[in-house]
C-alpha cells in the first residue's frame, strides 16, 4: 500500500479545533444537508469531533462517522454519546453496507497529499456508495497557497475552558512540485508565563489546480461531476476559488 503523509492531531492541537471550529459554518453545514435525505444512509468520513456528524443526527438523519483520531473521536463523544462512529484508518475501513450519501467537508480530503493514494480512497468510498448514491467533498485549491514564512510565528492564541492560553505557531513553505502547502507547527500550553506543554505538528495539504480533481474522479469511474467554487453551487470555471465542491454520481 502506497504511504500517504498523515497529519497527526495531539491533545492541544484537538484542544484548539475544538474551541475554533466546535460548530460548523451555516452556509457549509447547509450545503451539505442540501443531499441528505431521511431515509438515506449517510456516511461522513474524517469526521473529527463531529462538527457536521452531530447536527446531522440532532436532524434525525441515519449517520455513521468514520475517524483514525481518538483524541477527535473523544470530543465527539463528550457531546453526543449515542454517535454511530468507528475509530478506523478510512484506507482501513470496510463495512457491508451501501451508503446512499458520504460527504467530506471543511477541505479534508486535500489532508490527502499523495495524489496516488487520494485515488484509492476515493475509489473505495466508490465502491461504497450505493447505486445512485452520491459523495460530496471540498478540496482546498491553489489560491490558498502561503507565501515561504521560515521563522515560527503566532496565528492562533485561545484560552482554555481551565483559564489555561493555548497558542500556536507555525511557519509555512509551498513546494509547486507537489502542489502541498507545508504548516511545520507547535502548540504551546501555558499557565501564566510557564509552559506547561508543547506539541510538534507536521501538518500539510495537497492544493488541487481547476480540473485538476474532476480528472481523477473520471478515471475513477464516476458518471456525473458536478465542480462548484463556493456554497450556493455557483460552477467552478477557474483556479479563482479558495475551495471546490465536487458532487459525483456513479
Known amino acids: ?6 497529519n497527526h492531531y495531539g491533545n492541544l492541537c484537538v484542544e484548539m479545533y475544538e474551541i475554533l471550529h466546535e460548530n460548523a459554518m451555516e452556509d457549509e453545514l447547509k450545503f451539505y444537508l442540501s443531499y441528505a435525505k431521511k431515509d438515506s444512509k449517510i456516511l461522513e468520513p474524517l469526521c473529527g469531533s463531529g462538527r457536521f456528524l452531530i447536527p446531522f443526527m440532532q436532524l434525525g438523519f441515519d449517520i455513521c462517522g468514520v475517524d483514525a483520531s481518538k483524541e477527535m473521536l473523544h470530543k465527539l463523544y463528550l457531546k453526543a454519546p449515542n454517535a454511530k462512529v468507528i475509530e478506523s484508518d478510512i484506507y ?16 479534508s ?3 490527502f497529499t499523495d495524489i496516488v493514494y487520494c485515488k484509492k480512497i476515493l475509489n473505495k468510498l466508490k465502491q461504497m456508495l450505493s447505486l445512485g448514491g452520491k459523495l460530496v467533498f471540498a478540496v482546498d485549491t491553489i ?5 515561504n514564512n521560515n521563522e515560527y510565528k503566532i496565528s492562533a492564541s485561545v ?3 481551565e483559564g489555561f492560553d493555548l497558542i500556536l505557531k507555525n511557519k509555512s513553505f509551498y513546494d509547486e512540485r507537489s502542489h502541498v502547502q507545508f504548516y511545520p507547527s507547535i502548540y504551546e500550553l501555558y499557565d501564566g508565563d510557564v509552559l506547561l506543554k508543547s506539541e510538534y505538528m507536521d501538518f500539510r495539504i495537497y492544493l488541487y489546480e481547476y480540473g485538476e480533481m474532476d480528472l481523477y474522479l473520471q478515471d475513477i469511474g464516476f458518471s456525473e461531476i458536478n465542480a462548484y467554487s463556493s456554497f450556493d453551487k455557483k460552477i467552478a470555471i477557474n483556479n479563482n476559488s479558495e475551495i ?7
Open 92 to 107: 482501513e475501513f470496510n463495512s457491508k453496507q451501501k451508503f446512499d450519501y458520504i460527504f467530506i467537508p471543511s477541505g
Open 109 to 111: 480530503i486535500s489532508l
Open 244 to 250: 471546490f465542491l465536487y458532487e459525483c454520481c456513479i
Open 143 to 147: 489560491l490558498t497557497k502561503n507565501l
Open 1 to 6: 500500500m502506497i504511504e500517504n503523509k498523515v
Open 159 to 161: 484560552k482554555t475552558k
